[in-house]
């Protein structure tokens, strides 16, 4: 056996591609980029211009004016003698939008009223005269009937009764990313309701406690719902009695510590605790 190399002997680099496949190859290639660049001009279109499938998708200062804007319709479908106030937006920090990134959510609350034995009969006309698309209803809850919305953009809108003729509506948002955080639009607009306001703080011989800052809501047809209230805290011992001349000895609501009363266009609420004396005037969305 001869160990003599062969000169010249090129090794095999297996069989030579027949020009259709690689023309067909090349076409494959150039198909699947640009399937690429579709799919992520979809996925950019989808992002500017989709509505959000998820909470997480829109975040605390895209919710903020939902929230508000709902407060504004349960204020007209609560009617203008039937709104006692506009409770302070409520931010909490520290809830968690996925396991890995931290958020808050925002809640507003308006009180109605609702003397015993009518909160069924008040929820559920405050329901029939919400917007058709939050798809509201009343249903039997654990402690009374309970009113459910969607206000859209995920935020949901719940009421149920208190134990001393009212009820409560509650907007919430949910936990969501911060983004540029909540801001509410400001009023520097005195109305009425700071007169109802100031004459009811000096009947209770309590004029320095009027807070600077009102509570307000858009109405859906223009304008604003607006509260001021007392800054509230210990203070003198007072009684619904000194309320009463302002209220004509027709209260809307006299179950102590709360007192309510018209004055004009201004629903005047008042919680008498002695250790958390509070009032609030309120002047509401046309029905």
Same mark, same amino acid.
């Given at each position: 056996?001869?160990? !003599? ?6 090794p095999s680099a ?18 699947? &980029?640009?399937?690429? &660049? @579709? ?16 909470? $997480? ?26 709104? %006692? ?56 809850? %654990?402690?009374?009937?309970? @009113? ?18 009212? &009820? @409560? %509506? ?23 309701? !700071? ?11 309590? +004029?320095? =406690?009027?807070? +600077? ?31 009463a001349p302002l209220?004509?000895?027709?209260? %809307?609501? =006299? ?15 008042? $919680? ?16």
């Amino acid at each position: 056996m001869s160990g !003599a190399v062969q000169t010249g002997w090129v090794p095999s680099a297996g069989p030579a591609v027949p020009a259709p496949a690689r023309r067909r190859r090349r076409w494959l290639l150039a198909a699947t &980029v640009a399937w690429t &660049v @579709l799919l992520a001009a979809l996925a950019w279109t989808s992002v500017r211009t989709d509505p959000p499938t998820v909470r $997480e998708q829109r975040s605390l200062d895209q919710a903020g004016p939902v929230v508000d804007r709902a407060i504004g319709e349960l204020a007209r479908a609560a009617g203008a003698a039937g709104l %006692l106030e506009l409770s302070p937006p409520r931010i909490a920090e520290g809830c968690r939008v996925t396991p890995f990134a931290e958020g808050a959510r925002l809640r507003r609350e308006i009180g109605v009223l609702a003397p015993a034995d009518t909160e069924q009969a008040v929820l559920a006309g405050i329901a029939d005269r919400l917007p058709a698309g939050w798809r509201a209803g009343v249903g039997s809850g %654990l402690d009374g009937p309970e @009113l459910h919305a969607d206000a859209g953009e995920f935020v949901a809108v719940e009421g149920r009764p208190t134990v001393d003729g009212r &009820v @409560l %509506l509650l907007v919430d948002t949910g936990c969501r990313p911060v983004g540029s955080g909540y801001r509410q639009a400001p009023s520097t607009v005195a109305g009425p309701e !700071a007169a109802a306001l100031t004459a009811a703080l000096v009947a209770l011989g309590r +004029p320095g =406690d009027v807070a +600077p800052e009102p509570v307000t809501a858009p109405c859906p047809g223009g304008g604003s719902a607006r509260t001021v209230r007392s800054a509230g805290g210990p203070g003198p011992a007072a009684s619904t009695d000194a309320l009463a001349p302002l209220a004509d000895n027709t209260p %809307l609501l =006299d179950k102590p510590p709360v007192y309510a009363y018209r004055t004009g266009p201004v629903t005047v609420f008042a $919680e008498l605790a002695p250790d958390d004396t509070r009032l609030a005037a309120t002047v509401g969305c046309p029905s």
